[in-house]
């Protein structure tokens, strides 16, 4: 009987283990050390992704232009001049899509649209532009014209019309100031207009 007592002295031994043991391990310069350097990262990273918020500087507002244009004049609004106006041509109609500048303009996803006709990589969804004089789509499907006047309607919704994408020759139409922007309801193309 004399041996269950030692046993449980040892099992009582070996269960607690030494308190300075510990005291060295958790306040070792080098741990502590390592532990301020992961707080620091830490909150270095909080701070970053939660502390400071980018904010995109407003766009200038820029008068709104109304006039038809060839695609020679239409290339010049791709974004890269001064006052960094966009323009896309989509289905015939020019829009001003300066607001969306960051999708439009240099730099950005779209920016192979920006000062060009948009019409037949919207219609086939491809983000390359053609370097046609005027593409009049002739070539596309019933599903991608219907694709097309999808992009014009929605580009009538959010952005400014500016005029007409002119055919080799076409004249442009005079717009004057009293004249009510007609145009900017319909979603009909250029061609259904003079039909009219």
């Known amino acids: 009987m004399a041996s269950a007592p030692e046993t449980k002295t040892i099992e009582t031994e070996t269960a607690t283990p030494n308190s300075s043991f510990i ?6 310069p080098v ?3 390592l532990t301020v350097i992961i707080v620091v990262l830490v909150y ?9 918020v980018y904010v995109e500087p407003p766009t200038p507002e820029l008068p709104k232009i109304r006039k038809d244009m060839t695609v020679a ?9 001064t006052d960094g106006r966009v323009l896309v041509a989509v ?3 020019i829009f001003d899509v300066t607001r969306g500048r960051r999708f439009y303009g240099p730099g950005g996803p779209y920016a192979v649209f920006g ?3 948009a019409s037949r990589g919207l219609a086939t969804f491809s983000v390359t532009s053609t370097d046609k004089e005027y593409d009049d789509l002739s070539d596309l499907n019933s599903m991608q014209m219907e694709s097309v006047k999808e992009w014009e309607a929605q580009f009538r919704e959010k952005y400014d019309l500016v005029g007409r994408l002119l ?3 076409e004249e442009p139409t005079n717009y004057s100031d009293e004249e009510p922007e007609e145009t900017d309801n319909s979603t009909s193309s250029p061609d259904d207009k003079k039909d009219q």
């Open 167 to 169: 055919k080799p020759g």
């Open 73 to 81: 004049e239409l290339r010049q609004y791709d974004g890269t001049q």
């Open 23 to 28: 005291y060295e391990i958790l306040y070792s």
């Open 115 to 117: 000062g060009k006709d």
């Open 44 to 52: 270095k990273i909080f701070r970053s992704k939660f502390g400071k």
């Open 91 to 93: 289905n015939g109609w």
């Open 31 to 33: 741990n502590l050390l």
